[in-house]
């Protein structure tokens, strides 16, 4: 089927924004690493592939970032911070992929190197995750609170490195601001060489090296992506590289999606939302090597298996994140009812 065919894919293509638009509110990604293989599953060329989705993740995380805003979610003094950093970062990276593709090992070293950020970010999360449900408070209380920050974030917030800024949203009293400018530059540094809208880095770094709650981070992250996309999609668009009606009939479904995930992150304790986070990305980078091991075997059926594999875990997680948005709305709606 073409892909100019859109009229015929319209459904399907609202229901596959709504899947990425539902995880991008609730865990503050693009998700790009869903959506690009999506797309050329459905017949999209690889470039207009990445150039729609960029045109879809501006106008879903604008959704998603106004909702978070709502609820007190972004710290837009961090994100602007951040900003700054990433765009040396963003410069640092795609720097370097330059000078691997002149030596011919771009793509394999790339790959190799998301696989281990992926797998490595998973499995601490999940180990994070653990760690803190066998904690004797959590036992005792049977809650599923945050802690206040990591062993990095204090050390880091311990820093004296005038200018000293305040970032009452992230609850950081004081902290240098070279801090989150050198983890914007480290992020986008990262989303650059790795060719990743770089909300899947910037998430957890924002969680671990500041000590930011994940509530505030997925806002923020949300924030900066609407500036990343914008750059992103005007870039492919002066190339004719963006699929327009591809890209809002995938909005209708994100829109609504957006909103969803949102308004889940406020029935989804903090650190639920990290480990459902740990499980997309650790099977994105299964994904991967299956990707790679295609390259290197010359199967192209283990690249398809591949982009269904992580379509398919995207497609359990809205639904997860759907039935816990419902769940919690019963729950809220019988406590209103109760007597005072």
């Known amino acids: 089927m073409a892909f100019e065919?859109?009229?015929?894919?319209?459904?399907?293509?609202?229901?596959?924004?709504?899947?990425?638009?539902?995880?991008?509110?609730?865990?503050?990604?693009?998700?790009?690493?869903?959506?690009?293989?999506?797309?050329?599953?459905?017949?999209?060329?690889?470039?207009?592939?990445?150039?729609?989705?960029?045109a879809l993740m501006l106008g879903s995380s604008t959704v998603a970032t106004l909702r978070h805003f709502r609820f007190g979610n972004v710290d837009i003094r961090l994100g602007v911070y951040m900003l700054l950093g990433t765009s040396a970062g963003v410069w640092l990276g795609k720097s370097l992929v330059f000078y691997l593709l002149a030596s011919g090992e771009a793509e394999t070293v790339i790959r190799l190197i998301y696989i281990l950020l992926l797998f490595s970010l998973s499995l601490y999360m999940?180990?994070?995750?653990?760690?803190?449900?066998?904690?004797?408070?959590f036992q005792k209380n049977k809650t599923d609170t945050e802690t206040r920050g990591t062993r990095l974030s204090r050390r880091l917030q311990q820093l004296k490195l005038a200018p000293m800024v305040k970032l009452p949203v992230s609850q950081i009293h004081q902290i240098s601001i070279w801090v989150p400018l050198g983890i914007g530059?480290?992020?986008?540094?990262?989303?650059a060489f790795l060719g990743v809208g770089g909300?899947?880095?910037?998430?957890?770094?924002?969680?671990?090296?500041?000590g930011v709650p994940t509530s505030v981070a997925v806002?923020?992250?949300?924030?900066?992506?609407?500036?990343?996309?914008?750059?992103?999609?005007?870039?492919?668009a002066i190339e004719g590289k963006v699929h327009l009606a591809a890209a809002m009939t995938l909005l209708i479904g994100a829109s609504i999606g957006a909103q969803v995930g949102s308004y889940a992150t406020q029935?989804?304790?903090?650190?639920?939302?990290?480990?459902?986070?740990?499980?997309?990305?650790?099977?994105?980078?299964?994904s991967v090597v299956l990707k790679q091991v295609a390259v290197w075997r010359d199967i192209p059926l283990l690249s398809t298996l591949a982009g269904y594999l992580i379509i398919g875990v995207a497609t359990i997680m809205m639904l997860v994140i759907v039935i816990k948005l419902i769940a919690g709305l019963i729950t809220e709606y019988k406590h209103e009812g109760q007597p005072p």
Request: hydrophobic content about 55%; proline content about 3%; charged content about 10%.
């Open 199 to 210: 909300g899947f880095i910037r998430m957890p770094a924002l969680i671990y090296g500041l």
């Open 185 to 191: 530059i480290l992020t986008g540094f990262l989303a």
């Open 219 to 236: 806002g923020t992250d949300l924030f900066e992506i609407i500036f990343s996309s914008a750059i992103g999609t005007f870039l492919y």
């Open 5 to 54: 065919d859109i009229a015929s894919l319209s459904w399907l293509l609202v229901l596959l924004g709504f899947i990425v638009g539902t995880l991008s509110g609730f865990f503050g990604v693009g998700g790009a690493f869903i959506m690009t293989p999506a797309l050329n599953i459905l017949g999209f060329p690889i470039v207009y592939a990445i150039g729609t989705d960029l």
């Open 126 to 137: 999940v180990y994070d995750y653990l760690t803190f449900i066998m904690r004797p408070h």
């Open 267 to 286: 029935h989804v304790r903090g650190m639920r939302v990290r480990l459902y986070f740990a499980l997309t990305i650790f099977f994105a980078g299964v």
